[in-house]
């Protein structure tokens, strides 16, 4: 006789799965992801980037967002562009400039790095099931929601829990534990999503902290608007 397997969570939640009811959640996830990226094709909307070093704001910019033909975010700014400084020396300005640079190409990196892992590809979540990488468990305190925790999602050793509305099938929350090259050079991702009324499910704010340099990443989505 075969039994279902005895999944154990993080704190040490135990219980059992049915196979068929696991596999009945990734393919709602899935087919949830694939609809949701192709309605959001039609619609563009405000990006606000908010960029912390050490908790001190250092940049904070505007886009206007659409998805392109390869389903990738293509942004127009909407800052006008800075006025020049015309009391600083030329060696303090190279100084600063060299810095901003320094943070803002890191967090290039981990934005970059953060957009395989958000909005979830649905090719990406069939590979985790097919890998045995996913786990499935209540979420605490949500009888209305469950969780998925898929390991080695994008990289060997990262871990992605992705909690869901099990009525409306829409994904609540997501958080992302992942490394850039190395896996000393953590970045952490916690994500919200709403829904655009009579429209798709999409991520509202996200805040990326890159660990190694106390790099913050926080973004916001507003004013969604059909094409």
């Given amino acids: 006789m ?3 397997p005895l999944i154990v969570l993080a704190g040490g939640t135990r219980f059992t799965l049915p196979v068929s009811g696991k596999q009945e959640r990734v393919a709602e996830i899935k087919q949830a992801a694939a609809q949701n990226k192709q309605e959001m094709a039609q619609y563009t909307w405000v990006e606000q980037v908010t960029i912390s070093l050490k908790g001190e704001q250092k940049k904070q910019e505007h886009f206007q967002v659409h998805l392109g033909p390869d389903g990738k975010p293509q942004k127009t700014s909407l800052d006008p562009p800075p006025a020049p400084s015309e009391h600083e020396g030329r060696l303090k300005k190279h100084i600063v400039e060299k810095k901003k640079e320094e943070y803002k190409e890191y967090a290039d990196q981990i934005k970059e790095l953060i957009q ?5 590809e649905k090719d990406l ?6 890998k045995g990488n996913i786990m499935m468990g209540p979420a605490a305190g949500a009888p ?3 969780r998925l925790v898929l390991s080695n999602y994008v990289k060997q050793g990262d871990n992605m829990t992705l909690v869901v509305d099990k009525a409306q099938k829409d ?6 534990a992942t490394y850039l090259d190395d896996p000393k050079d953590a970045v952490n991702v916690t994500v919200a999503f709403a829904r655009v009324p009579n429209g798709p499910n999409h991520v509202s704010g996200e805040t990326i902290n890159g660990v ?11 004013n969604y608007q059909h094409l």
């Fill in 2 to 4: 075969l039994y279902p």
């Fill in 212 to 222: 190694s340099k106390q790099l913050t990443v926080a973004i916001q989505n507003s």
């Fill in 144 to 146: 209305g929601q469950y």
């Fill in 171 to 176: 994904l609540v929350s997501l958080s992302i």
């Fill in 125 to 130: 979540i069939e590979q985790a099931r097919e």
């Fill in 116 to 120: 395989q892992y958000v909005p979830p």
